[in-house]
């Protein structure tokens, strides 16, 4: 099972929107993936868990994936993140 540490870049962080994307982004791979802040793990795929976590700019999370497409799901919610949500900051 994969584990990356990754950073929230964009200026809002984990909001509405970002969440949604980034659920979205989720739902399309069978995988598992986990998100992970604080001791907290909580389902990618779920819009309010992610919001949960109140992930700001500059926060350290971590990935968990598992499944047949673990690689793939990795790799697209990774760059979803590094191109800040698709937002300018």
Same mark, same amino acid.
């Given at each position: 099972?994969?584990?990356?540490? &990754?950073?929230?870049? /964009? ?22 993936? /986990? ?6 793990? &909580?389902?990618?795929?779920?819009v309010m ?15 968990? &994936? ?15 993140? /590094?191109?800040?949500? /698709?937002?300018?900051?």
């Open positions: 099972m994969p584990i990356e540490t &990754v950073t929230i870049i /964009n200026k809002l962080g984990l909001h509405a929107r970002a969440a949604a994307l980034f659920a979205s982004t989720a739902a399309r791979y069978s995988s598992n993936i /986990n998100v992970g802040l604080n001791g907290k793990s &909580v389902d990618a795929k779920s868990s992610l919001m949960l976590l109140a992930a700001n700019q500059g926060t350290e999370i971590t990935l968990e &994936v598992e499944g047949r497409d673990q690689e793939e799901a990795m790799g697209a919610i990774i760059a979803l993140i /590094n191109d800040r949500f /698709n937002e300018d900051e």
